[in-house]
């Protein structure tokens, strides 16, 4: 089919006639646009198209042969108009390959082709699985011609001003990436989006990289657009910042959040199926809390501090396990029933006025969501499934409820506080450079979203070009159909966060739950397990297998990128960073420390043994913030 580009130049120098059929076609794609941007590529019908045009459906069809024709058109006038606006500012620019980057900025920033319409256009043809193919027909060539331009621009720029320490290639892959994800934020309702902020954010990276080039004195896009003349500089905006490096070592405020961030908080203790049967159990510790979950005889699920009421040894030492009968306390045997209940005292009569039935073990709250198990050690707030239940439609496909466990639980310890870790989980940023191996398997395709109240998604499709590397080249070729799920999501990674850092990680043939908390202000600990359907095709264990290999290549991956910023954060060098737009999930996460610990809103720690002071003076200001 002829595109709509093709037939707009060829009907120039038509006839009138022919040019009022090229100016309906427009107005039928403009129509399709909006309709697009409204209702998605599901929703758009030729009915909704004709109408938003004021026509008749009839003479959507007589120009377009139906639905399907008229979306592909869509989409090739959204590329070459894009195309061509790209070529032409290039071209303005002429030889100089700094021009010729901040060229493609302006452009790619240019409310023409960067505003909610078009971006939804791009999106709704990229995420829609149904629809990709033709995504890649119209829009492949053109994604690897201007990956491959900006790879030659910022390789010539690093010859030409003697980078040879830059890669440059994988600096230019993640200057297209910037350009590609940051446009999206236009979609988020609930965040207002600002062009300026988000060109000023490619050129801190630009100046980063290629400082003589690009840094503040050179400032080559407003000699460039003549609009810009009179704006103030870049400075006058300071990107955010980012907390403040004492919060991250200083051990009277990681005090202050193992109360008001670990103890007030959902965490996750359990899969259900790991308590099968009355007396199974599972445990978690965190925060100097140590928590216990049973399956009573009435089959429910309770949560109890796992702390004798006699002497505070553990009541169950093991990560999961089974009791049989009763809950004994290895240290001297008190015994507590299923409910927790105070049964039996060993030499009961030397206990003066003990009351078994205030004796008990103490309950705490737990609350069960997709088969996942979660307790909170004290606080109040939304539960679980007012956090997490936004998620639901999208996640009942993968029937979580039903799995069960695959293979033994996992942890590792890194020395880093915590927040690192955190910080590092929730963006998408990092993964060009740091993460090759994913950014093979999904190209560009992370999408990053929050909730706004602490609770995150993340999403990526398996591109079909396969990866050199075998884990990953195997993973992409054995990857099995799995009927179950929805098209969007049989060959997609899905992560699901919700504050301080719990995330159900899902693929098509596996789930697992992953939980950072802290074991001291220097110390962090990654804890998790996976689930699964029971399925005993070949080829889902392959990509079962496969799956955990390559994610454990990513573990060691962040756990050194960690390890970096870490030491940074101790450095005298270091004076507090930059957030980019694409990290607006850090920053997210930062500001909800800042809520629940004003004192960390300084720029300098208070005086040695007066945080937990400046914080309630603060907190009483503020009004006090409870969760």
Same mark, same amino acid.
């Given at each position: ?8 130049? /060829?009907? !120039? $120098? ?8 090229? =100016? #309906? &076609? %427009? *107005?039928?794609? +403009?129509? @399709? ?37 008229? /979306?592909? !058109? $869509? ?8 195309? =061509? #606006? &790209? %070529? *032409?500012?290039? +071209?303005? @620019? ?534």
């Amino acid at each position: 089919m002829q595109s709509l580009g093709a037939q707009d130049s /060829l009907h !120039a $120098t038509a006839n009138g006639e022919e040019r009022l059929d090229v =100016r #309906r &076609r %427009r *107005e039928l794609v +403009e129509a @399709a646009i909006s309709s697009i941007a409204e209702h998605g590529l599901s929703g758009t019908t030729v009915a909704k198209v004709a109408q938003a045009a004021g026509l008749s459906p009839g003479i959507v069809n007589f120009y377009f042969q139906g639905k399907d024709a008229l /979306l592909l !058109a $869509t989409l090739q006038y959204v590329a070459e108009e894009f195309e =061509r #606006r &790209r %070529r *032409e500012a290039i +071209e303005h @620019a002429g030889d100089d390959p700094v021009r010729k980057i901040e060229a493609i900025l302006e452009n790619d920033f240019d409310p023409a082709v960067c505003n909610p319409r078009w971006v939804a256009v791009w999106i709704a043809f990229w995420g829609e699985a149904r629809a990709r193919a033709d995504y890649m027909r119209v829009c492949g060539s053109r994604d690897a011609a201007y990956l491959h331009q900006t790879v030659q621009l910022f390789e010539q720029i690093a010859h030409d001003g003697g980078y040879d320490g830059v890669d440059a290639k994988a600096l230019g892959v993640a200057f297209t990436h910037m350009l590609n994800a940051l446009p999206e934020n236009l979609l988020d309702e609930s965040r207002s989006w600002d062009r300026d902020r988000a060109k000023q954010t490619c050129r801190r990276f630009l100046a980063s990289v290629f400082p003589a080039e690009f840094g503040s004195a050179s400032d080559v896009s407003r000699a460039a657009s003549a609009q810009r003349q009179h704006e103030p500089a870049l400075d006058a905006a300071p990107a955010p910042r980012t907390l403040a490096a004492w919060t991250y070592h200083n051990a009277e405020f990681h005090e202050l959040e193992k109360e008001r961030v670990f103890r007030r908080h959902w965490l996750v203790a359990g899969h259900a199926s790991e308590m099968p049967k009355a007396g199974d159990y599972v445990t978690l510790d965190v925060a100097d809390e140590r928590a216990l979950v049973i399956r009573g005889r009435d089959g429910g699920l309770r949560a109890f501090h796992n702390v004798c009421r006699h002497r505070a040894s553990r009541v169950a030492g093991a990560e999961t396990g089974h009791c049989s009968g009763a809950i004994v306390c290895p240290y001297h045997g008190w015994s507590y029933g299923f409910d927790g209940a105070l049964r039996s005292v060993p030499a009961e009569r030397s206990f003066s006025g003990l009351k078994k039935s205030s004796a008990g073990l103490r309950e705490i709250d737990i609350e069960e969501w997709m088969g996942f198990v979660f307790v909170r050690f004290a606080g109040s707030g939304p539960r679980v499934r007012d956090l997490m239940g936004r998620f639901d439609a999208e996640l009942l496909p993968y029937r979580l409820a039903d799995m069960k466990p695959q293979g033994d639980r996992w942890s590792f310890d890194l020395d880093v506080n915590w927040k690192i870790v955190v910080e590092n989980d929730c963006e998408s940023y990092h993964i060009p450079l740091g993460h090759p191996g994913l950014r093979r398997l999904f190209g560009d395709s992370f999408r990053d979203e929050s909730g706004g109240d602490g609770t995150q998604r993340a999403f990526a499709t398996l591109q079909d070009k396969p990866s050199a590397v075998f884990s990953e080249h195997f993973y992409q070729k054995l990857l099995p159909e799995m009927a179950h799920l929805p098209e969007t999501h049989r060959r997609a990674w899905a992560y699901y966060a919700m504050f301080p850092r719990t995330v159900l990680s899902v693929s098509p043939t596996l789930a697992a739950y992953y939980q950072v908390v802290p074991l001291g202000a220097h110390k962090t600990r990654m804890h998790g397990f996976c689930v699964g359907l029971e399925d005993d095709r070949r080829e889902t264990r392959a990509a079962r297998y496969l799956n955990m290999r390559i994610n454990r290549r990513v573990g060691r991956e962040d756990a050194h990128l960690c390890r970096w910023a870490d030491a940074g954060l101790r450095s005298s060098g270091y004076g507090g960073g930059y957030l980019s737009e694409l990290e607006y999930m850090v920053r997210e996460f930062q500001d909800r420390i800042r809520a629940l610990l004003p004192v960390a809103d300084r720029e300098e720690a208070p005086a040695a043994g007066r945080v937990a002071e400046v914080n309630r003076e603060l907190q009483a200001t503020a009004g006090g913030v409870e969760s």
